[in-house]
């Protein structure tokens, strides 16, 4: 391995300090963009593609699979073998498996495509907060995450509409395309700009065998879930369903008894650990049933243009972004259990408001009230999420838990679109009818509206009892670096990822 910069030493307002921050903003907003932008492009791929809505579902499944089972070892391979060696192999194969979308002849080329994409987008997501950590000095961390967080934000804001623009004008193949010159530009940039860091405690073996056995159990989870609702109760999908449940359980045993963990298991020793990732797996597959849910639904029933349907969620984004930081500060003063619950309250009533919109809706008095309510629920909710996920864990765990906290979330988004369809009795192609969409939207709607409520009531009883229970490791604040107050990007894909550079004792006030 060549040698690598233990040190950070790069200054913010310097030249190479910023180009390091355009490469990690360009690479991990090629990601980001994917999560949001697909979505879109669906009622497109399944004309051109003849796809049904179980390939529909795959399209976005695929990715979010692969990226939920392997984002810990993507972080982990980073600390091992160099962060930007890590990030440049991500972003190469990110591209690659782009440009195979772009080009798929058919459904199976396009859904394999894009598993391969959420490998390299496993690879590269964790690379960019912790390059920025590693690279800069202590005192230009928080201006530089600051910096991050919002051109990452707009990225993602700009993202849907983008998408739109692209699938109206010219093809939804362009949506995939487009990431391939940005990578040759990002890895060109970061070859030449971004220094090579790694850490050298970071020892042992890989825990490949957990991370292959958790994308067996979520893959034949989700493929009983999408089979159940295109085909109802085969002996396939029951087959499949059990599959998932034993290597569930043989994932549980490999974690418990591995030298070399992925996901340390005595992080769940924390109630409030647990109860907060609880609210986190209700509340982002709430967000994934809505944003797969209306985007379709605004161009197939509501007869939107796909560029409109893609900007109706800017201010879902916007809103998160803007108003982030704010709600932790919020959070710092009351605590958590207030925000995790009035958050997700005020997103389960904008998804109430969205409920009804049909063939007759206007964007301005049927569709922006409730996005706006939504986005507001979101905005005050992601931010002492986040620092409570991190309080709740040990200082040595603390990168394992937002680990943690943004693959559960992830999942979270993955099942509830496997799901949903049969959920809803929505199937083949009656996706494109839409009399049938309307009626399965309005209950998908309700459905998500009755998980985020479910995740209000957790936040009431369980973050309240272990509040009560005794103290938490550290203090439930949000998070604070060094100088100044450190911002996340506005986390529409998943709370955000933390290294463990930055321990919570450099984070947070001291225990009493």
Do not use: K
Request: glycine share 12%.
């Amino acid at each position: 391995m060549t040698t690598v910069e233990q040190v950070p030493h790069l200054r913010s307002g310097e030249p190479r300090g910023r180009w390091v921050l355009a490469v990690t903003v360009l690479g991990s907003g090629m990601a980001f963009l994917d999560a949001t932008v697909v979505n879109v492009a669906l009622p497109a791929i399944g004309r051109d593609l003849d796809a049904d809505l179980a390939g529909l579902q795959w399209t976005v499944n695929a990715y979010t699979l692969t990226l939920a089972a392997f984002i810990l070892l993507g972080g982990s391979a980073g600390d091992r073998y160099g962060r930007r060696r890590v990030f440049v192999v991500g972003v190469v194969w990110f591209a690659a498996a782009s440009m195979l979308c772009g080009l798929a002849p058919n459904l199976p080329v396009l859904v394999a495509a894009r598993a391969l994409q959420g490998v390299g987008g496993a690879l590269l997501t964790p690379g960019s907060l912790a390059i920025l950590q590693a690279s800069f000095r202590e005192e230009d961390r928080g201006r530089v995450i600051g910096s991050w967080s919002g051109l990452a934000g707009i990225a993602g804001a700009v993202g849907p509409l983008l998408g739109g623009w692209m699938v109206q004008s010219a093809s939804w193949r362009f949506v995939f395309l487009v990431n391939v010159p940005i990578a040759v530009l990002v890895v060109a940039a970061a070859l030449r700009h971004v220094p090579e860091t790694s850490d050298p405690e970071a020892t042992g073996a890989f825990d490949v065998a957990g991370g292959a056995v958790c994308a067996v159990g979520l893959g034949a989870i989700t493929y009983a879930l999408v089979s159940l609702g295109a085909h109802g109760g085969t002996a396939a999908s029951w087959i499949s369903l059990s599959v998932g449940v034993v290597a569930a359980f043989g994932f549980v045993r490999i974690e418990r008894t591995s030298q070399s963990p992925m996901l340390p298991f005595g992080i769940f020793d924390s109630r409030l650990f647990r109860a907060v990732n609880a609210v986190t797996f209700l509340v982002y597959a709430a967000l994934g049933g809505v944003f797969f849910m209306l985007v379709i639904t605004l161009q197939v029933v509501a007869g939107f243009p796909p560029v409109l349907a893609g900007a109706s969620l800017l201010p879902v984004t916007a809103l998160m972004l803007v108003l982030s930081g704010p709600a932790g500060a919020m959070g710092q003063r009351i605590g958590p259990r207030i925000p995790l619950t009035v958050g997700p309250l005020l997103s389960a009533a904008g998804t109430l408001l969205l409920s009804l919109v049909d063939s007759r809706a206007s964007y301005l008095t049927d569709v922006l009230p409730g996005v706006a309510l939504f986005g507001l629920g979101l905005s005050v909710t992601v931010a002492p999420l986040t620092a409570t996920v991190l309080a709740a864990a040990p200082v040595s765990n603390a990168g394992a838990a937002s680990g943690v906290n943004n693959a559960v979330a992830r999942t979270g988004g993955l099942l509830i679109v496997a799901a949903l369809p049969a959920i809803t009795g929505l199937s083949g192609s009656s996706y494109a009818d839409p009399a049938a969409l309307q009626s399965s939207y309005t209950r998908s709607m309700l459905f998500c509206a009755g998980l985020l409520a479910l995740g209000a009531a957790l936040a009431v009883l369980l973050v309240r009892a272990e509040v009560e229970a005794g103290p938490a490791p550290a203090p439930v604040e949000p998070l604070r670096c060094p100088a100044t107050p450190c911002r996340v990007h506005c986390a529409v894909a998943g709370p955000p990822l933390q290294p463990s550079y930055l321990t919570l004792s450099q984070r947070l006030p001291p225990r009493d």
